[in-house]
């Protein structure tokens, strides 16, 4: 069933028509400052946080026992697609960076900085062109590990509950670091941010790996076998460090910002190139986990 989730996921994720998941966004963030009320905390701490997430993840679980118990596979099969698809969010993130490109390649300024902020969430671009494509290309990245491949690998591994489990996670983070920039005395409590890096940890190191594989493996996987156990290291900052493997390997004490003035400027061949080939990579990557899945379902099921 997972690799027939996965292969719809293939197919289907490019199509546009997932507005179904801002309803149920905005519900969530309703629910979660319900339950932040009710319980007399705030929207990033931990008590509230358990109890906006886990209730929907424990109904998840028993729908799936009594489909699994009463009925055929169908019924099933379209709890794991509907809630892949949720848990998937937004349509494609591709499509902020293709307007962002078109825009520069126009010469619209003005546009161009809006989608950039859209997809750097920061008001602060900066004048160095080069340094602005290295940041977006790393947010894209990201982007893509954490609306894709962070839900399809505790989907492989839970289920539908994990999928919903990582997607809830990090909804109610992300409603919460809104809150604290609006009233600039909020964050987070610790135990919350740690148990989402818990669940990104050893998705990135996995997403890392494939990068490295599909891609320089020897230069890919000795960044990797550098960076696999840097716990402090973000999951953006790791994975943009394997892809900087084709301007050198970075040493430990190293900093990504360190190559920028080696990736191309906005407006170049050179900076569609990239993109063109990071687009590539993280299919590669995503083709490469389909057929891992596969081998899975042939060998044990």
């Known amino acids: 069933m997972k690799f027939f989730v996965i292969l719809a996921v293939l197919v289907l994720r490019g199509m546009p028509g997932q507005k179904l998941t801002r309803p149920f966004d905005r519900a969530f963030l309703g629910w979660q400052r319900w339950t932040a009320a009710r319980l007399g905390c705030r929207l990033g701490a931990a008590p509230g946080?358990?109890?906006?997430?886990l209730p929907w993840v424990l109904i998840l679980?028993?729908?799936?026992?009594w489909l699994h118990a009463s009925f055929w596979v169908?019924?099933?099969l379209a709890v794991h697609l509907l809630v892949v698809f949720y848990t998937l969010g937004r349509r494609s993130e591709l499509?902020?960076?293709?307007r962002y490109m078109v825009a520069w390649r126009q010469g619209d300024h003005q546009a161009a900085s809006y989608y950039a902020e859209e997809i750097l969430d920061d008001n602060d671009l900066g004048d160095d062109a080069c340094q602005l494509h290295a940041r977006v290309v790393a947010r894209l990245i990201y982007f893509a590990f954490d609306r894709l491949f962070l839900v399809l690998f505790w989907y492989l591994l839970l289920g539908p509950v994990g999928a919903l489990l990582a997607r809830l996670s990090e909804r109610a983070i992300s409603n919460a670091r809104k809150e604290?920039?609006?009233?600039?005395?909020?964050?987070?409590?610790?135990?919350?941010?740690?148990?989402?890096?818990?669940?990104?940890?050893?998705?990135?190191?996995?997403?890392?790996?494939?990068?490295?594989l599909v891609s320089r493996p020897l230069l890919g996987l000795r960044q990797f076998s550098s960076d696999l156990l840097r716990w402090k290291l973000t999951s953006e900052d790791f994975l943009n460090r394997q892809l900087l493997t084709g301007y050198?390997?970075?040493s430990r004490d190293q900093e990504a910002r360190d190559v920028f003035a080696q990736r191309p400027e906005i407006m170049t061949e050179e900076a569609d190139q990239e993109l063109a080939q990071m687009k590539e990579r993280v299919w590669r990557?995503?083709?490469?986990?389909?057929?891992?899945?596969?081998?899975?379902?042939?060998f044990w099921s």
């Open 285 to 298: 990557v995503l083709a490469l986990w389909v057929a891992v899945t596969a081998v899975g379902v042939i």
């Open 49 to 53: 946080f358990l109890a906006a997430v």
């Open 95 to 98: 499509v902020w960076v293709e």
């Open 74 to 76: 169908l019924p099933t």
């Open 248 to 250: 050198g390997i970075l």
């Open 61 to 65: 679980w028993l729908l799936l026992w």
């Open 180 to 212: 604290e920039r609006a009233q600039e005395d909020l964050a987070c409590d610790e135990q919350v941010s740690l148990f989402h890096r818990v669940l990104e940890w050893p998705a990135a190191r996995l997403m890392g790996l494939s990068l490295a």
